[in-house]
């Protein structure tokens, strides 16, 4: 297991080309969820220095605060509500580009002013979502959902402990 980060800087293409083998070699050989969530958003946070990065998981037909970076969080997250609860809902990568224009949106903390959410399948269901949040406007575009997609297929729910 890598333990240590390599921090690129470039295109933000490049950084993720970068991260994305060292977030594999993280998890590589651990099957215990919370640990291998924990260490992505470690990861990510090191990487590209976003005001918030974490995960919300789907308990009991809610979203539930999960391992993250940054200041603390709502805990819980209806379906449907915010924009973690809907992208849960929809099934689909949500990018806002200014939080304030998005309908129901729930503000955990002002600062965070755009955002981007990932849902996490298994088996076809959403199971969790990967959420992050930048302190500026329009600060995620196709190149992070990509990247941050094929993040989440890496997260292996199937076999994991939690």
């Known amino acids: 297991m890598a333990e240590d980060l390599s921090i690129s800087k470039g295109t933000k293409a490049a950084q993720y080309q970068s991260i994305l083998p060292q977030i594999r070699a993280l998890m590589e050989g ?11 958003a470690a ?3 090191e990487q590209f ?7 919300y998981l789907v308990k009991n037909n809610e979203l539930v605060l999960g391992p993250f970076q940054g200041p603390v969080a709502c805990t819980r997250i209806k379906k449907g509500k915010g924009v973690c609860g809907k992208s849960w809902a929809l ?4 990018i806002v580009p200014d939080v304030e224009q998005f309908p129901g949106h729930i503000a955990c ?3 965070s002013k ?6 996490i399948f298994k088996e076809n269901v959403v199971v969790g979502v990967l959420d992050v949040d930048s302190e500026h406007l329009n ?8 990247y941050l997609e094929e ?4 997260i292996n729910f199937n076999n994991a402990s939690n």
Do not use: C, M, Y
């Open 151 to 154: 993040l989440a297929r890496l």
């Open 109 to 111: 903390s002002s600062l």
């Open 139 to 146: 600060h995620f575009d196709q190149t992070d959902q990509e």
């Open 30 to 40: 651990e099957d215990d969820l919370i640990a291998n969530l924990a260490n992505v």
């Open 43 to 45: 990861a990510l946070k």
């Open 114 to 119: 755009s955002e981007i959410v990932v849902p």
């Open 91 to 94: 099934a689909a990568t949500l």
């Open 49 to 55: 220095n976003w005001w918030w990065v974490g995960f």
